[in-house]
C-alpha cells in the first residue's frame, strides 16, 4: 500500500476511533489501516478512543494488536492509560489494564504524570481503585 493511502486511513481511523464505532474502525482496519499507526498530529487511534471513554472501540483496537503502553501525540498528549484516567473513564481503564497497560508508566517519555496521579485529580474513585488493584504505586515528587 502506497505512503499517502496509509496517511488517510490512518487520518480516518484516528477520526473513527474518536468519533465513530467499531464497525467503522473494522471496516478501516479491513482496508488496510494499522491500528498503532498515528496520523499527521501524532495521535494514535487508542490514545483518541481512550481520552473520549469509546470502550467498546479501545477494545476493538487492542483486539487488533494496538500496543497500550505506546504514547500518543508530539508532547501534548500521553499514553492511553492516562488518558481514560485523567477523565474517570473506568471501563476503558479496565480494558487497557486487561490488555497489559502499565499503571505506573507515566507520560512525556517518563517525565510526567502516571494513570494514578491523572485519576487522583478528578472525583474518579472507582479509576483509583482500578489502577491501585492492578499495581499502581502512589509516587511522591520530591523537587
Same mark, same amino acid.
Given at each position: 500500500m502506497n505512503r499517502r493511502r496509509q496517511k488517510k486511513l490512518s487520518k480516518r481511523l484516528v477520526e473513527a476511533a474518536t468519533f465513530g464505532d467499531s464497525t467503522q474502525i473494522n471496516a478501516l482496519l479491513r482496508a488496510g489501516a494499522r491500528p498503532e499507526a498515528s496520523d499527521a498530529e501524532g495521535t494514535t487511534p487508542l490514545y483518541a478512543a481512550s481520552v473520549t471513554g469509546a470502550a467498546d472501540n479501545?477494545? &476493538?483496537?487492542?483486539?487488533?494488536?494496538a500496543l497500550p503502553n505506546i504514547e500518543s501525540g508530539r508532547g501534548a498528549e500521553g499514553t492511553p492509560l492516562c488518558a481514560a484516567? &485523567?477523565?474517570? !473513564?473506568? %471501563?476503558?481503564?479496565?480494558?487497557?489494564?486487561? !490488555?497489559?497497560? @502499565?499503571? @505506573?508508566?507515566? %507520560? @512525556? !517519555?517518563?517525565?510526567?504524570?502516571?494513570p494514578l %496521579?491523572?485519576?487522583?485529580?478528578?472525583?474518579?474513585? %472507582?479509576?483509583?481503585?482500578?489502577?491501585?488493584?492492578?499495581?499502581?504505586?502512589?509516587?511522591?515528587?520530591?523537587?
Open positions: 479501545v477494545l &476493538c483496537l487492542l483486539a487488533a494488536g484516567a &485523567c477523565w474517570g !473513564h473506568a %471501563e476503558t481503564v479496565r480494558f487497557l489494564l486487561a !490488555h497489559g497497560a @502499565d499503571p @505506573d508508566l507515566r %507520560e @512525556d !517519555h517518563g517525565m510526567g504524570r502516571s %496521579e491523572w485519576a487522583m485529580t478528578g472525583p474518579y474513585l %472507582e479509576t483509583i481503585a482500578l489502577l491501585l488493584a492492578a499495581g499502581a504505586r502512589p509516587h511522591s515528587r520530591a523537587t
